[in-house]
Protein backbone atom coordinates (compact mmCIF):
# COMPACT_ATOMS: atom_id res chain seq x y z
CA UNK A 1 0.00 0.00 0.00
CA UNK A 2 1.18 3.14 -0.43
CA UNK A 3 2.37 5.57 2.56
CA UNK A 4 3.45 8.69 2.65
CA UNK A 5 5.41 10.12 5.56
CA UNK A 6 6.54 13.71 7.41
CA UNK A 7 8.44 12.96 9.91
CA UNK A 8 8.48 16.80 11.12
CA UNK A 9 5.57 17.72 12.65
CA UNK A 10 6.32 21.28 13.38
CA UNK A 11 8.86 23.76 12.48
CA UNK A 12 9.43 27.28 13.52
CA UNK A 13 11.90 29.71 11.99
CA UNK A 14 12.66 33.04 11.99
CA UNK A 15 12.39 34.92 8.64
CA UNK A 16 15.29 34.59 6.31
CA UNK A 17 16.31 31.37 7.28
CA UNK A 18 16.35 28.42 4.94
CA UNK A 19 13.87 25.65 5.72
CA UNK A 20 13.23 22.07 4.45
CA UNK A 21 10.56 20.17 4.85
CA UNK A 22 11.13 16.50 4.82
CA UNK A 23 8.95 13.41 2.44
CA UNK A 24 9.49 9.95 2.52
CA UNK A 25 7.30 7.72 0.60
CA UNK A 26 6.64 3.96 -0.06
CA UNK A 27 5.18 2.30 -3.08
CA UNK A 28 4.52 -0.38 -5.50
CA UNK A 29 4.11 1.15 -8.44
CA UNK A 30 6.48 2.68 -10.80
CA UNK A 31 4.73 5.07 -12.23
CA UNK A 32 3.33 7.88 -9.64
CA UNK A 33 3.24 11.58 -8.93
CA UNK A 34 4.08 13.37 -6.05
CA UNK A 35 2.78 16.49 -5.01
CA UNK A 36 3.29 19.28 -2.21
CA UNK A 37 0.16 21.44 -1.19
CA UNK A 38 0.21 24.36 0.98
CA UNK A 39 -2.79 25.13 3.61
CA UNK A 40 -2.30 28.73 4.83
CA UNK A 41 -4.72 29.15 7.77
CA UNK A 42 -7.60 30.12 5.41
CA UNK A 43 -7.82 26.16 5.51
CA UNK A 44 -7.85 26.19 1.05
CA UNK A 45 -5.10 23.92 0.15
CA UNK A 46 -3.18 25.70 -2.54
CA UNK A 47 -1.27 23.14 -5.37
CA UNK A 48 2.37 24.29 -5.40
CA UNK A 49 4.31 21.20 -7.28
CA UNK A 50 3.65 18.02 -9.53
CA UNK A 51 6.33 15.10 -10.19
CA UNK A 52 5.86 12.04 -12.10
CA UNK A 53 8.34 9.18 -11.54
CA UNK A 54 10.46 9.49 -14.33
CA UNK A 55 11.64 12.79 -13.81
CA UNK A 56 14.60 13.04 -11.27
CA UNK A 57 15.34 16.51 -12.01
CA UNK A 58 15.29 19.02 -9.18
CA UNK A 59 12.92 21.83 -9.51
CA UNK A 60 13.03 25.77 -8.67
CA UNK A 61 10.03 27.92 -8.40
CA UNK A 62 11.08 31.56 -7.09
CA UNK A 63 12.13 30.77 -3.52
CA UNK A 64 10.83 27.39 -3.36
CA UNK A 65 12.56 24.32 -4.63
CA UNK A 66 12.33 20.60 -4.36
CA UNK A 67 14.91 17.39 -4.53
CA UNK A 68 13.15 14.32 -6.07
CA UNK A 69 15.64 11.10 -5.05
CA UNK A 70 14.13 7.78 -6.20
CA UNK A 71 17.09 6.01 -4.11
CA UNK A 72 15.90 7.33 -0.99
CA UNK A 73 12.11 7.47 -1.57
CA UNK A 74 12.06 11.32 -0.99
CA UNK A 75 10.68 14.45 -1.73
CA UNK A 76 12.12 17.40 -0.05
CA UNK A 77 11.02 21.11 -0.24
CA UNK A 78 12.45 24.00 0.69
CA UNK A 79 12.25 27.35 0.69
CA UNK A 80 14.86 29.92 0.78
CA UNK A 81 14.67 33.42 2.80
CA UNK A 82 11.52 32.08 4.34
CA UNK A 83 8.89 34.84 4.97
CA UNK A 84 6.27 35.58 7.36
CA UNK A 85 3.66 34.39 4.76
CA UNK A 86 5.08 31.13 4.32
CA UNK A 87 3.26 30.30 7.47
CA UNK A 88 1.44 27.56 6.81
CA UNK A 89 0.78 23.65 6.68
CA UNK A 90 2.40 21.86 4.01
CA UNK A 91 1.12 18.91 2.52
CA UNK A 92 3.09 16.55 0.76
CA UNK A 93 1.03 13.71 -1.64
CA UNK A 94 1.29 10.61 -3.53
CA UNK A 95 -0.72 9.16 -6.44
CA UNK A 96 0.61 5.59 -7.77
CA UNK A 97 -2.17 5.73 -10.77
CA UNK A 98 -1.93 1.83 -11.11
CA UNK A 99 -3.10 0.72 -7.40
CA UNK A 100 -5.18 3.69 -6.48
CA UNK A 101 -6.27 5.75 -9.63
CA UNK A 102 -5.57 9.19 -9.02
CA UNK A 103 -6.58 9.74 -5.51
CA UNK A 104 -3.81 11.31 -3.39
CA UNK A 105 -2.44 9.61 -0.20
CA UNK A 106 -1.32 12.82 1.81
CA UNK A 107 1.15 12.70 4.74
CA UNK A 108 0.41 14.21 8.40
CA UNK A 109 1.56 17.74 7.16
CA UNK A 110 4.74 20.27 8.51
CA UNK A 111 2.86 23.20 10.14
CA UNK A 112 5.76 25.85 9.71
CA UNK A 113 5.55 28.98 11.71
CA UNK A 114 7.66 32.05 10.40
CA UNK A 115 8.51 34.41 12.87
CA UNK A 116 9.84 38.24 12.15
CA UNK B 1 -11.76 31.23 -14.12
CA UNK B 2 -13.76 30.21 -10.70
CA UNK B 3 -12.12 27.82 -8.80
CA UNK B 4 -13.49 25.07 -7.01
CA UNK B 5 -16.63 26.34 -5.02
CA UNK B 6 -18.40 24.28 -1.75
CA UNK B 7 -21.67 24.91 0.20
CA UNK B 8 -21.97 25.36 2.90
CA UNK B 9 -19.23 26.93 4.65
CA UNK B 10 -20.11 25.77 7.82
CA UNK B 11 -22.79 23.20 8.47
CA UNK B 12 -23.73 22.25 12.26
CA UNK B 13 -26.27 19.23 12.97
CA UNK B 14 -27.43 17.81 15.23
CA UNK B 15 -26.83 13.98 15.67
CA UNK B 16 -29.26 11.43 13.36
CA UNK B 17 -30.04 13.96 10.94
CA UNK B 18 -28.57 13.60 7.48
CA UNK B 19 -26.60 16.17 5.58
CA UNK B 20 -25.89 17.31 1.81
CA UNK B 21 -22.92 18.62 1.03
CA UNK B 22 -22.57 20.52 -2.54
CA UNK B 23 -19.25 21.05 -4.91
CA UNK B 24 -18.88 22.77 -7.98
CA UNK B 25 -15.93 21.74 -9.83
CA UNK B 26 -13.64 23.79 -12.25
CA UNK B 27 -15.67 24.05 -15.97
CA UNK B 28 -14.23 21.66 -17.77
CA UNK B 29 -12.83 19.17 -15.14
CA UNK B 30 -13.54 15.65 -15.79
CA UNK B 31 -12.07 14.37 -12.42
CA UNK B 32 -13.72 15.15 -9.23
CA UNK B 33 -12.82 14.06 -5.73
CA UNK B 34 -14.10 13.84 -1.91
CA UNK B 35 -11.71 14.43 1.08
CA UNK B 36 -12.06 14.51 4.66
CA UNK B 37 -9.86 16.44 7.08
CA UNK B 38 -9.92 15.89 10.87
CA UNK B 39 -7.62 16.29 13.34
CA UNK B 40 -7.68 12.74 14.55
CA UNK B 41 -7.46 10.98 10.59
CA UNK B 42 -5.45 13.75 8.69
CA UNK B 43 -6.38 14.12 5.16
CA UNK B 44 -8.24 10.90 3.51
CA UNK B 45 -9.59 10.07 -0.04
CA UNK B 46 -13.50 9.06 0.16
CA UNK B 47 -15.00 9.26 -3.56
CA UNK B 48 -13.39 9.97 -6.58
CA UNK B 49 -15.65 10.26 -9.96
CA UNK B 50 -14.07 10.17 -13.71
CA UNK B 51 -16.35 11.29 -16.54
CA UNK B 52 -18.68 8.51 -17.05
CA UNK B 53 -16.94 5.54 -15.28
CA UNK B 54 -18.47 4.16 -12.18
CA UNK B 55 -16.95 6.24 -9.26
CA UNK B 56 -14.70 4.72 -6.79
CA UNK B 57 -16.10 4.48 -3.34
CA UNK B 58 -13.56 2.62 -1.76
CA UNK B 59 -12.94 5.70 0.85
CA UNK B 60 -15.85 6.05 2.11
CA UNK B 61 -16.04 5.10 6.12
CA UNK B 62 -19.90 3.56 5.94
CA UNK B 63 -22.81 3.03 3.92
CA UNK B 64 -24.14 5.88 5.50
CA UNK B 65 -21.67 7.84 3.47
CA UNK B 66 -22.83 8.38 -0.66
CA UNK B 67 -22.28 10.43 -3.40
CA UNK B 68 -23.53 11.30 -6.70
CA UNK B 69 -22.30 13.44 -10.04
CA UNK B 70 -24.99 15.07 -12.10
CA UNK B 71 -24.49 15.75 -15.69
CA UNK B 72 -20.73 15.09 -14.89
CA UNK B 73 -20.04 18.72 -13.31
CA UNK B 74 -21.74 19.15 -9.61
CA UNK B 75 -21.88 17.01 -6.83
CA UNK B 76 -23.17 15.96 -3.83
CA UNK B 77 -22.03 14.14 -0.70
CA UNK B 78 -24.73 12.87 1.62
CA UNK B 79 -24.30 11.60 5.13
CA UNK B 80 -27.02 9.83 6.69
CA UNK B 81 -27.51 9.46 10.06
CA UNK B 82 -24.63 12.08 11.43
CA UNK B 83 -22.63 10.82 14.30
CA UNK B 84 -20.19 13.21 16.08
CA UNK B 85 -17.18 11.31 14.93
CA UNK B 86 -18.24 12.95 11.48
CA UNK B 87 -17.59 15.88 12.13
CA UNK B 88 -14.90 17.14 9.89
CA UNK B 89 -13.58 19.55 7.36
CA UNK B 90 -15.14 17.75 3.78
CA UNK B 91 -12.82 19.15 1.16
CA UNK B 92 -13.83 18.39 -2.65
CA UNK B 93 -11.51 18.79 -5.77
CA UNK B 94 -11.59 18.42 -9.15
CA UNK B 95 -8.60 18.10 -12.35
CA UNK B 96 -8.23 17.03 -15.92
CA UNK B 97 -7.52 13.34 -15.94
CA UNK B 98 -4.50 12.31 -13.99
CA UNK B 99 -3.02 15.70 -13.65
CA UNK B 100 -3.10 17.72 -10.47
CA UNK B 101 -6.10 18.60 -8.10
CA UNK B 102 -7.29 21.87 -7.28
CA UNK B 103 -9.37 22.03 -4.02
CA UNK B 104 -12.32 24.05 -2.79
CA UNK B 105 -12.66 26.20 0.30
CA UNK B 106 -13.94 22.93 2.09
CA UNK B 107 -17.19 22.69 4.22
CA UNK B 108 -16.61 22.66 8.05
CA UNK B 109 -19.33 19.82 9.24
CA UNK B 110 -20.02 19.78 13.11
CA UNK B 111 -22.44 17.26 14.79
CA UNK B 112 -23.57 17.74 18.16
Known amino acids: AQKVTQAQTEISVVEKEDVTLDCVYE???????LFWYKQPPSGELVFLIR??????QNEISGRYSWNFQKSTSSFNFTITASQVVDSAVYFCALSDWRTSGSRLTFGEGTQLTVNP | GAGVSQSPSNKVTEKGKDVELRCDPISGHTALYWYRQSLGQGLEFLIY????????KSGLPSDRFSAERTGGSVSTLTIQRTQQEDSAVYLC??????????FGPGTRLTVT
Open chain 2, 49 to 56: FQGNSAPD
Open chain 2, 93 to 102: ASSFTGTEQY
Open chain 1, 27 to 33: TRDTTYY
Open chain 1, 51 to 56: RNSFDE
